[in-house]
């Protein structure tokens, strides 16, 4: 079975900082990779998607995360915080053998912009 | 287009009582799934439907859950003999439901808080 480890449990940047979101996966292959967002009382946005290919990948509000398979890692990056990139993020795997298509999520990062 | 919506988004209710949460998916979608969201489990996977078939359950905590799926699209979670350890936010999810092998993007609603006590 696939799981999901988001190290981070909170983090804390200034406004205009960069940021890194850290996510391992553990599947006995590539599984299909997701990011997504939860603002306070809102549903998940996704993010961003890997299936296959260009290891970088790009995604909405100008975020961006690189698939590196010999680290079983999909880190979540940003140049330049905005305030409004408060929220909870969620790294997800989908396991590309099993025929499941549900989601299985990380713990979460909760990401707090200071001024 | 509307998204999917869950009714209702706030429930309280008392130990022992049975609860029903609804979710109408995004016309069109053929595949659906319920996830629960609490503090001590994080987010978890509950159900799945994917058009006719037999619906994957292999998440669901116990017996005391249930789902179904009315004429292919709105969905009805019911939880009987609630306990303490239900109180979670439980968010449902729609996607097209194409038998590609890459999965299809899962669009989420606004979740239904549920309060046990």
């Known amino acids: 079975a696939q799981s999901v480890t988001q190290p981070d449990i909170h983090i804390t940047v200034s406004e205009g900082a960069s940021l890194e979101l850290r996510c391992n996966y553990s599947y006995g292959a590539t599984p299909y990779l997701f990011w997504y967002v939860q603002s306070p009382g809102q549903g998940l946005q996704l993010l961003l998607k890997y299936f296959s290919g260009d290891t970088l990948v790009q995604g909405i509000k100008g975020f961006e995360a690189e698939f590196k398979r010999s680290q079983s890692s999909f880190n979540l990056r940003k140049p330049s915080v905005h305030w409004s990139d408060a929220a909870e993020y969620f790294c997800?795997?989908?396991?590309?053998?099993?025929?499941?298509?549900?989601?299985?999520f990380g713990s979460g990062t909760r990401l707090q912009v200071q001024p | 287009g509307a998204g999917v919506s869950q009714s209702p988004s706030n429930k309280v209710t008392e130990k022992g009582k049975d609860v029903e949460l609804r979710c109408d998916p995004i016309?069109?979608?053929?595949?659906l799934y319920w996830y629960r969201q609490s503090l001590g489990q994080g987010l978890e996977f509950l159900i799945y439907?994917?058009?006719?078939?037999?619906?994957?359950k292999s998440g669901l905590p116990s017996d005391r859950f249930s789902a179904e799926r009315t004429g292919g699209s709105v969905s009805t979670l019911t939880i009987q003999r609630t306990q303490q350890e239900d109180s979670a936010v439980y968010l449902c999810?729609?996607?097209?439901?194409?038998?590609?092998?890459?999965?299809?993007?899962?669009?989420f609603g606004p979740g239904t808080r549920l309060t046990v006590t």
């Open positions: 439907f994917q058009g006719n078939s037999a619906p994957d």
């Open positions: 999810a729609s996607s097209l439901g194409t038998l590609s092998v890459a999965p299809d993007e899962q669009y």
């Open positions: 997800a795997v989908v396991g590309s053998y099993t025929g499941r298509r549900a989601l299985t």
């Open positions: 016309s069109g979608h053929t595949a």
